[in-house]
């Protein structure tokens, strides 16, 4: 009997069903929960342009590296944010799609999609008449580390993948200006 109990342990444990292995696959799924729950704070934060409430979810030291390769402090991604949030109507969903994950403790760093179908008000007349609202889904791949501290997921760096897709009608809505017309 004890054989076949010592045996089983150590299938179970080589295949991960049991022991660390599996334990940790529980965490990273946890975590993502967690982010994800974490992550549709900042569609509430947008939807009542509360930029402090936006702001309590990045560390104040975070930096995020957006596709041109530059870098943004805390305050200049509030800053850009603002205007963001400006020209954000109706949000219908705001999410992360995973595609990876690793756990470190307290922090989590992941390769993910981030997807937010909502209508764009267009504030300066980059895309046609200033103003028009358009019904559009935003894409962005990136690398996100977040930290746990204390009750929340708190995102310390943010490093873009290659540039957004921004489509309307399923197709890529581009500005004005780079269709050779002006704005």
């Not at 660390?20 to 990273?28: E, L, T, W």
């Not at 596709?67 to 963001?84: H, I, V």
């Not at 307290?106 to 200033?130: L, R």
Request: aromatic content about 8%.
């Amino acid at each position: 009997m004890v054989c076949r109990l010592a045996l089983l342990w150590g299938v179970a444990t080589a295949f991960g069903l049991i022991g660390p292995a599996a334990v940790a696959q529980k965490d990273v799924k946890t975590c993502q929960a967690e982010i994800q729950a974490s992550y549709s704070k900042i569609a509430v934060a947008y939807r009542h342009h509360d930029l402090k409430a936006y702001g309590e979810l990045m560390t104040p030291e975070v930096k995020i590296i957006g596709p041109d390769g530059k870098s943004r402090d805390f305050k200049a991604s509030l800053a850009l944010t603002r205007a963001d949030m400006a020209a954000t109507g109706k949000i219908r969903s705001a999410k992360l799609v995973f595609h990876g994950s690793t756990v470190h403790g307290n922090e989590v760093t992941s390769d993910v999609t981030e997807v937010w179908d909502c209508d764009t008000i267009d504030t300066k007349g980059e895309y046609g008449p200033k103003g028009k609202v358009y019904p559009t889904i935003w894409c962005q791949r990136g690398i996100h580390t977040h930290v746990r501290t204390g009750h929340d997921w708190l995102l310390q760096r943010l490093v873009s993948k290659g540039n957004p897709t921004f489509t309307f009608g399923g197709k890529p809505l581009i500005p004005l200006s780079k269709n050779g017309k002006k704005p």
